[in-house]
């Protein structure tokens, strides 16, 4: 199951691969973006992506009813569809000198297509991978689309059922995805903890037969390091620059700190797996010798009994170990003890 994306291995027994989603963090400005870019460089992470739309690919130019954001616990409440996703969206010309960027500073770049057109424009970019999201997970076509590339496919799952994750697997396979990873996603932004079952992660693993991760909208880094003792071999999380200083997706985007930290913890996260092991390790041998162990605690003359007086459990383990205290207790020493010596069987 293990794959490559660009020069980077994808599986299990490599660190977890960090997505930095720069999504519409750039503000509509160039220069933010491409500091974006160096900002999640300097941070550790593998790949940078972006979304790849207009708002005419997206909806219609209708600015009221069903086309109008009223629910007021949505981010982005009091908008219209087509005027979010104007001011989301990143300019198909900013794509080439945001990829050669990347590739200056050893950033994998990919995005997410949200329509046919825009997997042709990518085509031409040459991307090393495709991302499918939660929202167009359902939509077949694409996938075909997409699939048919044969380059790696990762798919956030939000809000699919598990037919409706079958159908999409199913069908991506049969249209030449040979790479398929399934992120875990609650759709909601931000989301609650509470609201991730990330247990879900390794049933999802063992259901579809292919690699998994997450796409975390979260705050924090806690979720996305927890999800790697669960089988996440990738990790997707929006990045901006500073939330305070706004943009479409800022609200839940990790900060260039944070980032950083997500790379480290992660990777330690993997690290700490292991194996299923019992015993010292290699590295705790040398800690036995600091286990209790039975010592003379007063000087023994030859012929004098062992009393709790003067034998003792204590630090250090040289001497023997203490479950021997109650069948030692009594018995006589054949020579003279002094204090401070490990107790072993011929001094008896």
């Not at 960027?101 to 950033?107: F, H, P, T």
């Not at 076509?141 to 994750?165: D, F, N, Y």
């Not at 015993?279 to 003379?296: F, N, Q, W």
């Amino acid at each position: 199951m293990k794959f490559q994306i660009g020069s980077r291995w994808i599986g299990k027994d490599q660190k977890p691969f960090i997505i930095a989603e720069m999504s519409g963090n750039h503000n509509q400005s160039l220069d933010r973006a491409l500091a974006i870019v160096e900002a999640a460089a300097r941070a550790g992470a593998d790949a940078l992506k972006l979304q790849t739309y207009t708002a005419d690919t997206m909806t219609l130019d209708i600015h009221d009813g069903d086309f109008f954001i009223e629910d007021p616990n949505n981010l982005w409440s009091g908008s219209s569809l087509y005027n979010l996703y104007q001011e989301a969206y990143t300019p198909w010309e900013w794509h080439e000198p945001i990829f050669k960027k990347c590739a200056e500073l050893g950033l994998l770049a990919f995005s997410t297509p949200f329509d046919e057109t825009a997997v042709d424009f990518l085509e031409g970019l040459h991307v090393p991978a495709y991302k499918i999201a939660s929202f167009e997970n359902t939509d077949i076509q694409l996938i075909r689309k997409v699939a048919a590339t044969g380059k790696p496919l990762i798919i956030s799952t939000g809000m699919a059922s598990i037919a409706e994750l079958d159908e999409t697997v199913r069908e991506a396979r049969k249209a030449g995805a040979k790479h398929i990873v399934l992120l875990k996603c609650t759709s909601t932004y931000p989301a609650s903890p509470n609201n991730t079952n990330i247990l879900t992660i390794p049933h999802m693993e063992q259901l579809f037969n292919c690699q998994v991760g997450i796409s975390d909208h979260t705050m924090g880094i806690g979720v996305s390091v927890a999800s790697v003792a669960l089988g996440t071999t990738v990790i997707e999380k929006h990045f901006t620059l500073s939330r305070a200083e706004g943009g479409v997706d800022s609200a839940f985007s990790l900060e260039p700190d944070e980032l950083k930290a997500l790379v480290v913890e992660s990777e330690r996260a993997w690290q700490a797996l292991g194996t299923i092991t019992y015993g010292a390790t290699d590295r705790e041998v040398p800690s036995l010798k600091h286990r209790r162990s039975l010592y003379i605690s007063q000087d023994v003359k030859k012929g004098e009994a062992l009393t709790k007086n003067n034998i003792k459990a204590i630090r250090p383990g040289l001497g023997l170990p203490t479950k021997y205290l109650d069948h030692l207790l009594g018995k006589t020493v054949k020579q003279d003890i002094k204090k401070g010596t490990p107790v072993t069987w011929d001094l008896l």
